[in-house]
């Protein structure tokens, strides 16, 4: 059954508290080379048809109405995997 993932990022000139909340607490344990963090979200959708260019479209119109925050974030990525 195929899987369509899109992934939501914050927009890259806003701060993001939790990415910098967390960088910090990876400094705090020792590991400042990993200091700089952005924090997204997922969203995995499966399908029982295939996979189109329109559902696809839909899919990414979905993304920009519903799964993000168009002020806010931007969706970086709509892609399709295969379930082993």
Do not use: C, H, W, Y
């Amino acid at each position: 059954m195929p899987k369509i993932v899109v992934e939501v990022m914050p927009k890259p000139e806003l701060l993001d508290p939790q990415g910098k909340a967390v960088g910090g607490a990876l400094n705090r344990i020792g590991k400042p080379e990993l200091a700089s963090v952005r924090i997204g979200k997922r969203f995995e959708i499966t399908t029982d048809s295939d996979v189109t260019e329109e559902v696809l479209d839909s899919v990414r119109e979905i993304a920009a109405d519903v799964f993000s925050n168009p002020i806010i974030e931007d969706v970086v990525s709509v892609s399709v995997e295969e379930n082993a």
